[in-house]
């Protein structure tokens, strides 16, 4: 399993436009990709290419997130996951 | 012919076909299983296959919008296939439940979540719930609940018209309203006259009429008749004769004596300030500042907002403009200001009330105001709604005079405020009756329900007496005024949909209202109606709808006293 971490840099938090780009990215790839904040339990984290799961979070700008895989070839595509997190999309 | 007899809530006459607005959805029934012969495996493809239809249909209607609707269909889209509802449907699907209850509680469940989380996410569970609508309405083979594109335009009929029905709503299509429920001050109603549509609401039995049957409806007196004949034709022609005629106003509101009253208009950004300027209003006796605030997460920025308000300015040089500070709160939740959990919102924090729980939006919009109001030429005044007290009234104009704001009012909704005028006027320049608020608050009625829209009607002669006792507080106010200078007490306004009647404004200009705004659509019919009447004339009218004993006697009185309106066909 491989694990990423990333800070929400929307200024409205991981809501709205923000989270429909960054499913719409989870759901375009082939590996299943979890999503929580940081610290809290895995078994807590939601399925990144829901939005409604994402908003469900209710991740606030700034705050720190865990993506994790069990796909151990997906390490690419979850630094362009990390790096959508890491753009302010509200800007 | 078949006559159906409502309230007319906006005037005019036409003829077309009747076009339903589909029922809302009935709930697939609790414990609904599957049926017999349905695999589990089968409804699963079917609600699989339903979602991806409602986003492609959502996508296409993207495609076709613009700015934050355009963001908000889209991000609904998403939704119709989104695997956490979809997943959370298969699921009970797989326990044996339908389809169609399958994915109405897994959107339940999802929209409980986003109301728990408040604010903005608390907005988007309407989203939801519109999409899980759209899927069971896929999956039974019905229309989805939404106003029905036709070519031809038609005359739409409904239980009754919420916000969100009416969002897409073209008026190039729809020819009239006509609805079984809804009062005169419902959503149908405002809707109706903000868009200049023949609009009639509470005609029960409507909903019966067959789709496409050619009707005739007139706006002003409340009929709906099917199987239209001559003499509905021959009444439709005299309207648009009589419609041409009343279709101007030359800029001038007085009486027949000559006593001015200017007409002034109500406006929800720039594009509104310009019609309502192209419509030779006197002024804008209104500026609703939502429009900069509303579908923002956020507050907007200062060079945003001053930019905003000085588009509607810059439409009116040299000319009145008096602008409403936020008014958010009730029916217009703003996640960064409101709290969307409150039992009550119309009597929560709302209005001025948000400056207690969130200081700072309020003065950092005045200074907006104030800038914008430096580089341009309009008379800017500014107004506080929901104003309860002289306190309140003091602290706001002590904000504007900060903000260098000069002429600081506020508006009178709260019945307090219009029994208080004379104490708060000691503290602002003038005030301005908000009566569809002041009617709700006055009657205790909620102005979205169809059943109190008796209640809801502001010639109750309850809201008249607080319209006069605002007045007379103007009145008070100057004999006690320190200043021996100021003979003339200082300017009482209204702003609400009552000014846009012309028989409630010839009512409101005897009771000593200096000034009326409404949507620009009405000020040609209620600048030709003060004209039939002298100050005196429309003195002995108040003074009769003040002392009646209902509503309709008011309503009933003042009409038999304006044969003008009847000969406008009004």
């Given at each position: 399993m491989i694990e990423r971490t990333a800070t929400i840099a929307s200024t409205v938090g991981l809501h709205a436009r923000p989270a429909s780009i960054f499913a719409e990215a989870a759901g375009a790839i082939d590996a299943e990709v979890t999503i929580a904040r940081a610290g809290d339990p895995v078994d807590e984290a939601v399925d990144a290419d829901s939005m409604l799961a994402l908003m469900s979070l209710g991740v606030e700008h700034g705050e720190v997130v865990v993506l994790r895989t069990g796909d151990d070839t997906a390490g690419e595509a979850l630094d362009a996951l990390v790096t959508i997190l890491e753009t302010n999309h509200d800007a | 012919m078949h006559s159906f007899v409502g309230v007319g809530v906006f005037r005019g006459r036409v003829i077309g076909p009747v076009r339903h607005m589909p029922p809302a959805l009935a709930e697939p029934p609790v414990g609904e299983r599957l049926e017999g012969s349905t695999a589990p495996e089968t409804a699963a493809a079917a609600l699989k296959s339903a979602g991806a239809t409602v986003k492609e249909l959502l996508q296409e209607r993207a495609s076709r919008a613009e700015g934050a609707g355009k963001e908000v269909l889209e991000a609904t889209a998403l939704m119709a296939t989104d695997p956490m509802l979809i997943k959370a449907a298969i699921k009970l699907v797989n326990t044996g439940t339908s389809a169609e209850r399958a994915i109405w509680e897994a959107g339940e469940a999802v929209a409980d979540t986003l109301k728990g989380l408040g604010g903005y996410m608390a907005e988007r569970s309407h989203d939801v719930l519109d999409v899980r609508s759209r899927i069971v309405a896929v999956l039974r083979g019905v229309p989805a609940p939404e106003i029905p594109d036709f070519a031809e335009p038609f005359i739409l009929v409904a239980e009754d018209l919420a916000p969100a029905d009416t969002a897409t709503l073209d008026p190039s299509k729809v020819i009239a309203l006509v609805t079984a429920g809804g009062g005169p001050q419902s959503h149908t109603a405002i809707i109706a006259r903000n868009l200049g549509l023949p609009a009639v609401v509470a005609a029960a039995g409507v909903t019966g009429i067959a789709d496409g049957t050619q009707v005739f409806v007139d706006g002003a007196t409340g009929v709906v008749s099917t199987d239209p004949g001559a003499a509905e034709h021959a009444a439709v022609a005299e309207w648009q004769e009589k419609a041409s005629l009343l279709s101007?106003?030359?800029?001038s509101g007085r009486l027949a004596d000559g006593t001015l009253i200017p007409l002034l208009a109500n406006v929800g950004g720039a594009k509104d300030a310009q019609e309502a300027a192209a419509a030779n209003?006197?002024?804008?006796?209104?500026?609703?500042?939502e429009f900069c605030f509303l579908g923002n997460s956020t507050e907007p920025g200062h060079a945003d907002q001053v930019a905003a308000y000085k588009g509607v300015f810059d439409a009116f040089p040299g000319k009145k403009v008096v602008v409403r500070t936020l008014d958010a709160g009730a029916d217009k939740p703003l996640p960064f200001l409101t709290d969307a959990t409150e039992p009550n919102p119309a009597l929560g924090v709302r209005g001025y009330r948000t400056d207690l729980t969130t200081p700072g939006v309020l003065a950092r919009q005045l200074a907006a105001i104030a800038d914008a109001a430096a580089s341009s030429s309009a008379e800017v005044w500014v107004m506080a709604p929901m104003v309860s007290t002289a306190a309140e009234a003091a602290d706001f104009a002590a904000l504007c005079t900060a903000a260098g704001l000069r002429v600081p009012g506020v508006m009178v909704e709260v019945p307090s405020a219009a029994l208080t005028a004379r104490h708060i006027l000691d503290h602002v320049e003038f005030a301005s009756l908000g009566t569809n608020d002041l009617t709700q608050y006055a009657m205790a009625a909620d102005r979205q329900l169809g059943p109190l829209a008796a209640l809801n009607d502001p010639w109750q002669p309850a809201v008249l007496a607080l319209v006069q006792a605002t007045v007379e507080g103007a009145v008070s106010q100057v004999k006690h005024s320190?200043?021996?200078?100021?003979t003339s007490p200082k300017p009482v306004g209204v702003c609400g949909e009552a000014a846009a009647d012309p028989a409630l404004a010839v009512v409101l200009a005897g009771l000593g209202v200096s000034t009326l705004s409404m949507t620009q659509r009405a000020l040609p019919a209620v600048a030709a109606v003060l004209r039939t009447v002298t100050l005196p004339q429309a003195r002995a009218l108040a003074d009769r709808a003040v002392a009646a004993a209902s509503a309709a006697e008011a309503r009933e009185l003042v009409r038999a006293g304006l044969p003008a309106l009847a000969e406008l066909g009004l």
């Open positions: - | 101007v106003f030359d800029g209003a006197q002024g804008v006796g209104l500026l609703r500042t320190a200043s021996l200078e100021t």
